[in-house]
């Protein structure tokens, strides 16, 4: 399953004054009315003190949105993330006629985690180095599967999977449920989530890093540069970018719910090898395309990227996708857009040393990989989620969309942007009359989330629970 696409972020600057705020009624959180703005403190004498604590004790507290300016009968939607969940839910929108302009950080392509990595180097490497493959258990996403299939960019991965142990030994994972996979790697797929419609409008690469609400709109601004004026705005990225521009978007409880999101941090190691490795055998299966490996703290995925994508072709070298477990990750995290030279050396030699134990090979007998590559999945994967398909504040008409909502797979990104996208052009089919009506997981407790430190696959092991019995989240 994926890993959440590493994207740099912008701190967005203060946000305007509770007087500048036109076209809108700006009320304190858990209050009724208007309040005016308060003389800033002032600031003491000394070295000022940053404390995260009080930092997000004061994004609960940044005064509450309220639009009351009419619905528009032609309304635009910004969109902030251009993932799965982003590209379903502009998609949703566009089915019912309203637009949609979708901003995403993505230098080489949209997708967020559905991420492949082509290298040049004079053989032509290709990783998914993100989302690994996927399965369907609702028949929304079943029907966008089978279309991808039609089209030729998606395809059944028949290659065998299961679990590696330590020494080699392996178990298959009967294929129980259909797994599939991008017949040139997961990003093509997320090109054709987007209809072909003048209705959707793609901003790439940009970094929003404020929101500000102004005339009954919201401005959107990238580092001081407006970004346009939108009727509603949606949130389809999370981590510490998403919560720096919801600290003072004026949307507490959309701050809140975000804040209360736990993610892992998970590395990844691309390599690429002359000569196949010594995959152990398996005497009803052969030998394995991908494993989930058990018991090794720094391998907890490995996948021959050559075989699951090129099955037909020779004489390729063998590419492969490692990645570590989160308690790797946690131990071993650092500042992802700046990943100290010395970290990456550890981390390519701790994973390296972990295939070979997870093989049965003897220390430094591995072969030499001829290319590789380190990356660090900061705000990887979701620990915990509210059980709800999407989000939605009509007061400040604002939502949020992301598979962390109900799990951690492509389905429940892509079905939380489609459930976000159909409540926003409810809500704006209704004129906004009843906008309590329209509140949607604002209050919503988190849950844990079980199951691989790569994510979930419906229906693929259904020994093993996805979502553990619910746990109170703390109160924050």
């Known amino acids: 399953m994926p890993l959440f696409h590493p994207t740099p972020c912008a701190r967005p600057a203060a946000a305007r004054a509770a007087s500048r705020f036109s076209g809108a009624v700006v009320a304190a959180s858990g209050a009724g009315g208007a309040r005016p703005p308060k003389a800033p403190p002032r600031r003491p004498r000394g070295k000022p003190r940053f404390s995260r604590q009080s930092a997000i004790k004061k994004s609960f507290q940044q005064e509450q949105v309220v639009f009351s300016t009419p619905v528009p009968a032609d309304p635009t939607v910004a969109i902030i993330g251009g993932g799965a969940s982003g590209l379903s839910c502009a998609s949703a929108l566009a089915a019912r006629g309203v637009r949609a302009v979708v901003f995403d950080t993505g230098m080489h392509g949209l997708g967020g985690r ?37 089209k030729g960019l998606a395809r059944e991965w028949r290659g065998s999977i299961g679990e590696l142990e330590a020494g080699g030994h392996f178990t298959a994972i009967p294929s129980s449920t259909p797994r599939y996979i991008g017949v040139r790697g997961m990003r093509p797929l997320a090109d054709a989530m987007l209809p072909e419609n003048d209705l959707i409008k793609v901003v790439r690469p940009s970094w929003i890093s404020k929101l500000e609400p102004f005339n009954g709109l919201w401005r959107l601004f990238e580092n001081e540069k407006p970004q346009g004026q939108y009727d509603a705005v949606v949130i389809a990225h999370n981590g510490k970018c998403a919560n720096r521009l919801l600290s003072t978007s004026g949307l507490p409880q959309l701050t809140r719910q975000m804040k209360r999101l736990e993610l892992s941090s998970v590395w990844a190691l691309l390599a690429a090898f002359d000569d196949p490795l010594p995959i152990p055998q398996d005497n009803s299966y052969g030998t394995f395309e991908g494993a989930f490996v058990r018991d090794i703290d720094s391998l907890s995925w490995m996948a021959n990227n050559t075989q699951k994508l090129f099955p037909l072709e020779t004489n390729r070298p063998e590419c492969w996708t490692f990645f570590s477990t989160a308690s790797y990750g946690k131990k071993n995290k650092v500042p992802q857009e700046n990943i100290p030279n010395a970290t990456a050396e550890k981390v390519k030699r701790d994973m390296l040393g972990g295939v070979e134990v997870a093989l049965g090979l003897s220390t430094g007998s591995l072969q030499r990989p001829f290319y590789t590559r380190v990356q660090l999945w900061g705000a990887a994967l979701p620990m915990n989620t509210p059980g709800v398909p999407c989000i939605f504040d009509p007061q400040g008409r604002a939502g949020i969309c992301g598979d962390w909502l109900t799990g951690s797979s492509i389905e429940a990104a892509v079905l939380s942007g489609m459930s976000l996208g159909g409540h926003v052009a409810d809500y704006f089919a209704s004129g906004g009359e009843r906008p309590e009506e329209f509140a949607i997981g604002l209050d919503d407790s988190l849950n844990r989330v079980e199951g691989h430190d790569i994510g979930q696959f419906p229906g693929l092991d259904p020994q093993k629970p996805q979502v553990a019995e619910p746990q109170l989240a703390p109160s924050i």
């Open 114 to 150: 559905m991420a492949t990595r082509m290298v040049d180097d004079g053989r032509r490497l290709v990783f998914d180095h993100a989302a690994q493959f996927f399965t369907a258990s609702d028949q929304r996403f079943q029907k966008l599967v089978d279309e991808w299939v039609e």
